[in-house]
């Protein structure tokens, strides 16, 4: 069965610097995957996602995506955090019909 | 409106009372979806329309649960007979086509249920 696990449920990180949130997927075929952002109050937008075409995809606010198929994972980066980063990311993932499968989701905390 | 809206964005319900709660999706988008998202969790799939009909309903946690889009737009998911565990977040989210692998959804903001 396919499934995304997000390996922090929090990250930290000073504004300006690195971020990094790792999320790997299990799947007996190539996965879409996407992740996906949750300000407070606000409904889930879309940062970004890979349907097999290039693997390194970027997204929106500079964040971008590696799928790598021999670690199977699909972590995301951005090379200067900001403020106004500070939310809950979800990794997904499609079952290539219609049923959308989240991860436990990774609240990123930025510091001034 | 341009997005996915839902309504009421907070219900207070007392245990054992009926709940509806409605989604309206961008005009013209096939498919729509449910998730229940409990404090600290991510979305948990509840169920699937492509128009009227409702392809998926696997992920509705017991027979209290109803979810119904009768013309193909507009959806309520409605809880009888509520229970303190039945508290979360309703998203609702709907997509232009019918599935597939890049198919993005957009969100609306949520109900969130509170059971007493």
């Known amino acids: 069965a396919q499934s995304v696990t997000q390996l922090d449920s929090h990250v930290s990180v000073s504004e300006g610097t690195p971020v990094l949130l790792r999320c790997n997927y299990s799947?007996?075929?190539?996965?879409?995957l996407f992740w996906y952002v949750q300000h407070p109050n606000k409904g889930l937008q879309l940062l970004l996602k890979?349907?097999?075409?290039?693997?390194l995809v970027k997204g929106i606010n500079g964040f971008e995506a590696e799928f790598k198929k021999s670690e199977t994972s699909f972590h995301l980066t951005k090379p200067s955090a900001h403020m106004s980063d500070a939310a809950e990311y979800f990794c997904v993932t499609n079952t290539g019909g219609f049923k959308t499968i989240f991860g436990a989701g990774t609240r990123l905390f930025v510091k001034a | 409106g341009a997005g996915v809206s839902q309504s009421p964005r907070y219900k207070v319900a007392k245990r054992g009372q009926d709940v509806a709660l409605r989604c309206d999706p961008i005009s013209g988008h096939v498919s729509l979806f449910w998730y229940q998202q409990a404090l600290g969790q991510g979305p948990e799939f509840l169920t699937y329309?492509?128009?009227?009909?409702?392809?998926?309903k696997s992920g509705l946690p017991s027979d209290r649960f109803f979810a119904e889009r009768p013309e193909g737009s507009v959806s309520t998911l409605k809880i009888q007979r509520t229970q303190q565990e039945d508290s979360a977040v309703y998203l609702c989210?709907?997509?232009?086509?019918?599935?597939?692998?890049?198919?993005?959804?957009?969100f609306g903001q949520g109900t969130r249920l509170t059971v007493v």
């Open positions: 989210a709907s997509s232009l086509r019918t599935g597939g692998r890049d198919t993005e959804a957009f």
């Open positions: 329309f492509q128009n009227e009909a409702q392809l998926d």
């Open positions: 799947s007996s075929y190539s996965p879409s």
């Open positions: 890979y349907t097999s075409a290039a693997t």
